[in-house]
């Protein structure tokens, strides 16, 4: 059959969707191939809509599709630590409501989370910035309950 490969990005929403399950939480993954809302929740009589971002190793998340500000849409990060063949190994998640994308934080010496590169042509969420903030996002799923 070929070279045996992973769809990162898959496995980080259908892992999301899991926990969500998980807690109760009434979850619904949307379709389509470029599409900026990945999963949708209904909380009480609202939706809220999440973009998911897989990420096999702990580099930099691409958000180059991002434009949704709102206060009811979060990004999920999730990454599986170099070690996506290993059903074992629990990854990271990091749970950032939109609205925070663009804050500073004095954890990361006045810098946001997302970097924009020199040339303006690429925006990523930098890992170790997550990292960074310790449980600032971590594990956040109190947002959705």
Same mark, same amino acid.
């Given at each position: 059959?070929?070279?045996?490969?992973?769809n990162?990005?898959l496995?980080?929403?259908?892992y999301?969707l899991?926990?969500l %399950?998980? =807690?109760?939480?009434?979850a619904?993954l949307? =379709?389509?191939n470029?599409?900026?809302?990945?999963?949708?929740?209904e909380?009480e009589?609202e939706?809220i809509?999440?973009?998911?971002?897989?990420?096999n190793?702990?580099?930099c998340?691409?958000?180059? /599709?991002?434009?949704?500000?709102?206060? /009811?849409?979060?990004?999920?990060?999730?990454?599986? =630590?170099k $070690? &996506?063949?290993n059903? /074992?190994?629990?990854?990271d998640?990091?749970?950032?409501p939109s609205l925070?994308?663009?804050?500073?934080?004095?954890?990361?010496d006045?810098?946001?989370? &997302? %970097? $924009?590169n020199?040339?303006?042509? $690429?925006i990523?969420v930098? %890992?170790? $910035?997550l990292?960074? =903030?310790g449980?600032?996002?971590? /594990?956040?799923?109190?947002?959705?309950?």
């Amino acid at each position: 059959m070929g070279e045996k490969g992973h769809n990162t990005n898959l496995a980080a929403e259908f892992y999301v969707l899991s926990i969500l %399950y998980r =807690l109760g939480i009434n979850a619904h993954l949307t =379709l389509g191939n470029k599409k900026s809302v990945d999963i949708v929740v209904e909380k009480e009589n609202e939706l809220i809509t999440i973009d998911v971002k897989g990420l096999n190793d702990t580099s930099c998340f691409p958000i180059d /599709n991002w434009n949704k500000k709102n206060e /009811n849409h979060f990004l999920i990060f999730v990454s599986f =630590l170099k $070690r &996506i063949d290993n059903p /074992n190994i629990i990854p990271d998640v990091f749970i950032v409501p939109s609205l925070e994308l663009e804050n500073f934080h004095k954890e990361l010496d006045g810098k946001q989370i &997302i %970097y $924009r590169n020199p040339k303006g042509n $690429r925006i990523v969420v930098e %890992y170790s $910035r997550l990292k960074k =903030l310790g449980e600032k996002y971590k /594990n956040k799923w109190d947002y959705f309950t």
